[in-house]
């Protein structure tokens, strides 16, 4: 079955600080992985997602991801932290028509 | 933009009841979900449906069910409400890449916070 685990349930960064966020996956076949993102009170947004093709993959507010098959991870990085990028974070991988999601990095970004 | 609307964010349920969660997107997307949100768990798919009429159980279906007789409409259904189905209630919709079925992202609504005293 497909799965991910994210490391750490609780980031905190300073403002300006580099982002990262981990995701290491298991799947049996080639995996599709995408980053969502929560702010308070909302449902999920999506910010990227690899299917196939280049290995480095650009989202919307800033946020990348890097595809490393031969480290089975899919970490999510911000080259500069904003405060408003404090939100909750999931990973996920495709599974058939649907995602199994990991349990979520919970960003806090400091003055 | 694909619009996901929960119709309610907040409810209040006694233990026993049945209740009713309503979900409605409005773009034509074939595949729609209902999963559950708890802290320190993540989500968890509860059942999926891939076209009208057609339903499949996801990781957790124990206690629920679901009805789809409209193509933008998907509902969850709790027969009897019991104190652990107290949870954050999140529907997403995606369409089916018939060349890819797993390329498309989910599309989610904005959740319904239910709780059961």
């Known amino acids: 079955a497909q799965s991910v685990t994210q490391l750490g349930s609780h980031v905190s960064v300073s403002e300006g600080a580099l982002v990262l966020l981990r995701c290491n996956y298991s799947s049996s076949v080639p995996p599709y992985l995408f980053w969502y993102v929560q702010y308070p009170n909302q449902g999920l947004q999506l910010l990227l997602k690899?299917?196939?093709?280049?290995?480095l993959v650009k989202g919307i507010n800033g946020f990348e991801a890097e595809f490393k098959k031969s480290e089975t991870s899919f970490h999510l990085t911000k080259p500069s932290a904003h405060m408003s990028d404090a939100a909750e974070y999931f990973c996920?991988?495709?599974?058939?028509?649907?995602?199994?999601f990991g349990k979520g990095t919970s960003l806090l970004v400091t003055p | 933009d694909v619009k996901v609307t929960q119709s309610s964010r907040y409810l209040v349920k006694r233990t026993g009841e049945k209740v009713f969660l309503e979900c409605v997107q409005d773009?034509?997307?074939?595949?729609m979900f209902w999963y559950r949100q708890d802290p320190g768990l993540g989500l968890r798919l509860i059942y999926f449906s891939y076209d009208v009429k057609m339903k499949e159980k996801g990781d957790i279906p124990e206690g629920y069910s679901v009805s789809r007789e409209k193509k933008e409409r998907f509902s969850l259904i709790l027969e009897s409400a019991s104190t652990n189905q107290t949870s954050m209630y999140l529907c997403?919709?995606?369409?089916?890449?018939?060349?890819?079925?797993?390329?498309?992202?989910?599309?989610f609504g904005n959740g319904t916070r239910l709780t059961v005293t």
């Open positions: 773009m034509d997307h074939e595949n």
């Open positions: 997403a919709s995606s369409f089916l890449n018939y060349r890819d079925r797993s390329n498309s992202p989910l599309h």
């Open positions: 996920a991988v495709s599974a058939g028509y649907a995602l199994n």
């Open positions: 690899y299917t196939t093709g280049a290995t």
